[in-house]
């Protein structure tokens, strides 16, 4: 007998829609899984074997085939162990009504328990795309999918309860979710009033912040890189409802997802310079997996000791820090990951870290220097926006009193700034100066005949390349907004090329 199923399987980020077809006929016992089925998927006829005789039901003996259709697509995971079961359940006359509406995720146990699964959120997101509302899965992966408020979630913790269910045996209202409730109220253990000192960093990072623009520190060891980079996200505007599904949807995937929690908080991702370029950007050797720039999608990626990683991870990062996404290509599959995040590099000026330090004498020659500096190519270097360089904290501003601004004031500085741009790019693909190409530049920047001077002689001085330069502009609109300006000043235009400035010490030749 002959039936079929619906469910669906993750290419990346996006689910494909999977029929799974069950036919039993006579002949000798066999169970045979067809359609490209991954080695989990293989191992399932030994759990639906177990799970349907301990849930009580006489596995069938005759010629059992599974097909899983499109038959030229690579499946994998977990999640395909349900509809098999019930797909199955169908052919032997279990499973009467219709129940073709429904789309099934879930691992089985031996016992017939209904297992959560990774990506569950992924899944439900893409088959809504195509149509369908009505999911029955496990009832850990309720909450993460219930979020999505126009479709039917139908939660289980055994295979018997499905059956009963769908044989109208039993009841089931689909499950609703209060999202006041699983929204985790955020709090950070990092405050910018608390950062003695350094007041050019912490304008640095606002800046950074206003405008989504990538930042690269410079200073010796101690002199707080990495934990100034640590406050970034307290002052970053809260994630829009949407970016939080989005990044949801991520870790989701990734099996990091806190269960019955959206992600509220934006990402802070910060790697071991011992990094491989995988984990860092993505891949694999099927289906490739998202990376740590992908974790890091509408939050800050800090990348401490920069030059330590190996070269080509620094210069893979490339085409994500240019166009916000990634693409990776391998045999089985093409998949496309996000990328949009906050650069946070830190490095030392110098092997030992003292070049240029006033209390302690560097060790290195020059051409330590040099090739220690020459690991961070140009053009990574023109990609990122700000150049920033750290002095030792003196004594003197440890002992401070002075009240500095809190990340709550800074926060809402940056949020007047976002809302500013986003109300100029209203009827643009973009919400950040950081995102504006070259005609859109044309359309939205401005500059008076007195910053174009200005302009001009900077980009004679320093030899900017048109990439950093178009930075330096972008970077005096974002801090434009800052002072609630219309126009570009030439404060605005200078304060941004003095974050140029830097590389004129310590990469020219």
């Not at 929204?183 to 989504?212: C, H």
């Not at 370029?277 to 099927?286: D, M, P, Q, R, T």
């Not at 030992?352 to 209390?359: A, E, M, Q, S």
Request: proline share 5%; hydrophobic share 35%.
């Amino acid at each position: 007998m002959y039936s079929k199923t619906n469910t669906t399987t993750l290419i990346g980020l996006d689910g494909k829609l999977v029929e799974v077809e069950s036919d039993i006929t006579s002949g000798l016992p066999s169970f045979n899984i067809v359609g490209l089925p991954d080695s989990s998927i293989k191992e399932a006829k030994d759990r639906v074997r177990v799970a349907l005789i301990n849930s009580g039901y006489k596995f069938p003996a005759g010629r059992i085939t599974i097909n899983l259709s499109p038959a030229d697509l690579k499946k994998e995971g977990t999640q395909l162990d349900l509809p098999i079961a019930i797909s199955l359940l169908a052919s032997m006359g279990v499973i009467t009504l219709p129940y073709e509406d429904y789309i099934f995720l879930g691992e089985l146990s031996l016992d017939g328990r209904i297992i959560p699964i990774k990506g569950a959120l992924a899944m439900v997101i893409a088959m809504r795309e195509l149509g369908f509302s009505k999911f029955i899965l496990a009832d850990a992966n309720k909450d993460e999918c219930a979020i999505i408020s126009d479709v039917e979630i139908y939660p289980f913790d055994n295979l018997n309860d499905i059956i009963s269910y769908i044989n109208k045996e039993t009841s089931k209202s689909p499950y609703h979710v209060d999202l006041s409730k699983i929204d985790k109220e955020i709090s950070y253990p990092y405050d910018f009033k608390d950062l003695k000192g350094q007041e050019n960093l912490k304008r640095a990072l606002q800046i950074a912040a206003a405008g989504n623009h990538n930042v690269l520190m410079i200073g010796a060891p101690g002199s707080g890189k990495t934990f100034s980079a640590k406050h970034l996200p307290t002052i970053l505007p809260d994630m829009t409802f949407d970016e939080k599904v989005e990044v949801t949807k991520i870790y989701s995937v990734m099996g990091l997802l806190e269960s019955g929690h959206l992600v509220n908080e934006r990402p802070f991702r910060a790697p071991h310079h011992t990094s491989s370029e995988v984990a860092l950007i993505g891949g694999g050797h099927s289906v490739p997996r998202p990376g740590e720039i992908t974790l890091a999608h509408k939050g800050v990626l800090l990348l401490d000791e920069f030059p330590e990683y190996r070269k080509n991870v620094i210069e893979a990062l490339r085409e994500p820090l240019e166009n916000k996404e990634i693409n990776i290509a391998r045999s089985q599959a093409s998949v496309k990951y996000p990328a949009d995040f906050i650069l946070v590099a830190a490095m030392n000026p110098c092997p030992c870290g003292n070049y240029g330090n006033p209390l302690k004498e560097c060790t290195c020659s020059f051409n330590e220097i040099r090739r220690y500096l020459n690991k961070i190519s140009s053009p990574i270097l023109d990609r990122i926006d700000i150049h920033i360089e750290i002095k030792p904290v003196k004594y003197e501003d440890l002992k401070d009193d002075s009240k500095s601004k809190s990340s709550k004031d800074l926060k809402k500085e940056v949020v007047l700034a976002r809302n500013i741009q986003r109300e100029r790019y209203r009827d643009e693909p973009i919400s950040t100066n950081s995102e504006l190409n070259t005609n859109q530049m044309k359309k939205y920047i401005h500059l008076s005949e007195d910053v174009e001077k200005i302009a001009k002689i900077a980009f004679n001085k320093y030899n900017f390349s048109v990439r950093s330069f178009n930075k330096v502009i972008k970077m005096a609109r974002t801090i434009a907004d800052l002072d609630q300006s219309d126009e570009i000043s030439q404060n605005h235009l200078l304060e941004a090329i003095r974050y140029r400035a830097l590389d004129d010490k310590y990469w020219s030749n």
